[in-house]
């Protein structure tokens, strides 16, 4: 009997006309929808999705059936949809592929059974005009009559693996709905699952444990600076046993972790790369490339996984230090290779900006050499979630252009915290997905239906505001031209007071236009990064008779208010580094007035902060009025404690932190000469003595042992300086060696921020200059050449135009009772 239905069924199918498919009218439902017995778990819940929101749609509950019937929409492949005999390409569609196609008087929507049938349904009740914008806020259009015109539409996603990487992107309903894939997302078997990676990044110290191999084997860790460290160390790569190890570690996560499908072997979340002979043999090999070594590693490591696992895939870094590609080695077949841009400009397209140059040239060089190329992308401000982060365009032409240059698969990365929060999170989430899915969306109208849905009737000055955002960025005539960086500062460029101030009117108008307690929570909670720039630029310090402090006595009110505030959003952290319990402690600690000590003569002045750890925060050029040395944003962490001109205690060159040490002012100082002295806990003593010659600020520090045991120890002087826009600055020395060395600092195709180190005849001849264009004052920093071991540069004009310079004493090991100098002196040149 059943064959003969489908026969019946099957005939009709190919006689009927091409005529509009009414669903349902008038509240009644004319199909049925069909799926088969052998349905995945996922088909079966877009059935019932596909029946709920017809029913949301018109009133109409279609049933669903397993059964063949007259006028059916098929979901799935079943044997009703079999039995119509439409030769559809499912090894084509894959996993996620779907069809959308009208039969005789039957809707077809079957696709790959893992997630391509539950697309197919959700992309057709977007055609009908359904819209998930965010968890809890959604459009559903009203209809009498659910018409369905012909069609016959094969659809694919533009990229396998799809994350907006936000907190409010995880809900497994907004991911489905959305078509997006990612490994936050609470993507269930009823959803059809998710890309699943163990671990995910940065995994190096999991697969070989320092803590386990470190004490018995220091040969499987970095040579870092001619000492095999544990410590952020990245691996040996070239180390046979390393390899082993590596394989034996991937090979227990496969077994422990079987519904992954992707491994990372990635480097940690630093840098440290090994400088042994046999790793630098095969960076000079690859044309220098850090690179090399680690691509070399993960191919030899791949090779072995496939042998028992064809199945899985090993993904690895280009990032930071490995982000340039080989020269020589490529990917296997079974690596995914994940590039990282993480130094770009995110307010332009990458390929009109000249300071992302660099990146669509190593994007170029490995797109040539891999098919299965992954990107890290960044869509946030880690330092400062809330800042306002107008990179809307940049996305709406990116995504487009990794799909051209051959990527298959996007990570996004935004906030991911308890309490989510960061900027425009919701929205951004919403457009990353529909370009995900298709590079092609229309994303202004994308962002006009969410504000739309989101603010109601406020839409019209938050949509103001989001232009207004924009246009700090666009390019001339359209715009200022602004850039922005991921780890922009709130006192940045494009956030200049004019725009904060109109932005906070749109925000008052905004709040007053608002029809409910919902949307005005949402209006507040966008506005929160106006609010978090305004708090953050009243911390800022200045000079008043003998102290340092805000120049904002009603700071701690305000700040217990902002942070208030937050809690009612639930939002945890300001930034990646740290959640918001720190920030308050630190905003405790830091924000109260410090005690200066101030030397002066015709052409300097300068302001020594003994309890910020002996920190000089301001050396004024008496005849120009202006400072030389940096200013920090009083957004940054630990602010005011950073910056400056400052000597401390290091352990070896490659320490990050210094010995604390809590410096006093000694008495007996004159107006031009003060000294500060400290004893650290350690048992180190130094100290410091400052006089003013001229234009220069002349320094002496002494480092003694006051322990009873031998200490290895150093002394570094650092001094950072704003000398102006840095396409004009550039860094002049003659070497040990008597080369004449002239480094403008902004090079073509290459990041507007770098570092550099020099030690022996490469470093400088005990002075180097900040030459700061033409007609532009010079700095100099003086320094004794046979004290002297390393001198280390560094630069950015990422919003900021800075430049530091640090010269370190040699490492040495002091007996007890044993000192070194070290004389360092800073001014105009």
Not at 291 to 312: F, Q, T
Not at 374 to 386: C, E, G, K, P, R
Not at 778 to 788: E, P, S
């Amino acid at each position: 009997m059943l064959a003969r239905v489908i026969a019946l069924l099957s005939a009709f199918a190919l006689s009927a006309s091409s005529a509009n498919l009414i669903l349902s009218q008038n509240g009644k439902p004319g199909y049925t929808i069909v799926i088969g017995a052998e349905s995945s778990p996922s088909e079966r819940h877009a059935a019932e999705e596909l029946q709920n929101f017809l029913e949301q749609i018109s009133g109409a509950r279609l049933p669903i059936s397993m059964k063949p019937g007259p006028r059916m929409v098929l979901v799935g492949n079943s044997p009703a949809l079999r039995a119509l005999k439409l030769d559809i390409p499912f090894r084509e569609l894959g996993p996620e592929g779907f069809i959308l196609k009208t039969a005789g008087p039957h809707l077809v929507i079957a696709g790959g059974p893992l997630r391509g049938s539950m697309y197919g349904v959700y992309t057709f009740l977007e055609n009908l005009g359904c819209r998930w914008f965010a968890p809890g806020v959604s459009r559903i259009p009203r209809l009498h009559t659910v018409t369905v015109a012909p069609m016959n539409e094969l659809h694919k996603p533009a990229f396998e693996y799809r994350e907006p990487y936000f907190s409010e992107a995880a809900d497994r309903d907004w991911a489905a709905r959305n078509k997006m894939n990612g490994v936050l997302m609470k993507l269930d078997a009823t959803t059809g699952g998710k890309v699943r990676y163990y671990p995910f990044v940065h995994s190096f110290n999991a697969l070989v444990p320092p803590e386990k191999y470190f004490r018995g084997h220091p040969e499987y860790f970095s040579l870092i600076d001619g000492k095999r460290r544990a410590e952020r160390s990245q691996l040996c790569l070239t180390n046979p046993d390393v390899l082993r190890v590596g394989v034996e570690s991937v090979e227990r996560w496969i077994a422990d972790h079987p519904e992954a499908t992707i491994f990372s072997v990635s480097q940690n979340d630093w840098t440290g790369w090994c400088e042994c002979d046999n790793c630098r043999n095969v960076e000079q090999e690859e044309g220098g490339a850090h690179s090399g070594p680690l691509l070399r590693y993960v191919n030899a490591l791949a090779a072995e996984i496939e042998k028992k696992h064809p199945d899985k895939l090993i993904d690895t870094l280009a990032y930071w230090y490995t982000e340039e590609p080989p020269a020589k080695v490529r990917p296997r077949r079974n690596v995914r290779i994940r590039l990282c841009p993480i130094g770009v400009c995110e307010a332009h397209p990458y390929s009109q900006c000249p300071y992302s140059a660099y990146f669509m040239k190593n994007l170029n060089a490995w797109s040539k050499i891999t098919n299965q190329l992954y990107i890290w992308h960044y869509n946030t401000n880690f330092a400062h979630y809330l800042l306002p982060f107008p990179d809307f365009d940049e996305l709406a032409a990116d995504i487009p252009m990794y799909k051209d240059h051959g990527v298959v698969g996007l990570f996004m990365e935004g906030s991911v915290t308890g309490g989510g929060g960061a900027e425009n999170a919701e929205l951004r989430s919403y457009v990353m997905a529909k370009l995900l899915w298709d590079p092609a969306a229309d994303v202004k109208r994308a962002v006009e239906e969410f504000h739309e849905a989101y603010f109601g009737k406020a839409a019209p000055p938050m949509l103001q505001y989001f232009e207004l955002m924009h246009h700090q960025v666009r390019k001339p005539p359209a715009g200022l031209g602004r850039h922005i960086w991921i780890y922009d500062s709130p006192g940045a460029p494009y956030l200049n007071a004019e725009f904060v101030d109109q932005a906070a009117e749109l925000f008052l108008q905004a709040e007053a236009l608002a029809e409910n307690d919902a949307v005005r929570a949402r209006v507040r909670k966008a506005r929160l990064g106006i609010d978090y720039v305004r708090l953050t630029r009243a911390k800022r310090f200045t000079v008043d008779g003998e102290w340092y402090r805000p120049s904002d006595l009603s700071l701690k009110e305000r700040w217990n208010a902002f942070v208030a505030g937050l809690g009612q959003f639930g939002i945890t952290n300001l930034s990646e580094s740290s959640p918001l319990t720190r920030d308050e402690r630190d905003f405790a600690e830091f924000m109260r007035p410090y005690r200066v000590a101030t030397l002066e003569n015709d052409r300097l002045r300068v302001h020594v902060a003994p309890e910020l750890d002996g920190r000089i925060v301001q050396i004024i050029d008496r005849r120009s009025g202006k400072d030389l040395l940096y200013q920090p944003d009083p957004g940054a962490k630990q602010y005011p404690n950073l910056g400056g001109l400052a000597v401390a205690p290091y352990s070896d060159y490659v320490a990050r932190t210094p010995w604390p040490a809590r410096w006093e002012l000694e008495p007996g100082g004159t107006a031009t000469e003060t000294s500060l002295s400290v004893v650290c806990e350690n048992g180190l003593k130094m100290r410091r003595r400052l006089w003013l010659e001229g234009s220069i600020l002349r320094t002496r520090t002494v480092l003694e042992n006051a322990g009873r045991e031998p200490i290895e120890a150093l002394l570094q002087s650092r001094w950072e300086v704003a000398p102006g826009p840095l396409e004009a600055v550039s860094v002049s020395y003659r070497t040990q060696a008597g080369a004449r060395m002239e480094t403008p600092l902004i090079q073509p195709e290459r990041q507007p921020s770098g570092s550099e180190s020099y030690a022996g005849t490469e470093q400088p001849d005990g002075e180097w200059t900040i030459a700061a264009g033409a007609g532009g004052p010079g700095m100099v920093n003086r320094f004794g050449k046979d004290q002297v071991a390393r001198c280390f540069l560094s630069w950015t004009a990422k919003s900021e135009n800075r430049v530091g310079l640090a010269v370190a004493s040699e490492r040495r090991t002091l007996a007890p009772g044993d000192s070194l100098t070290l004389d360092a002196d800073y001014g105009l040149h």
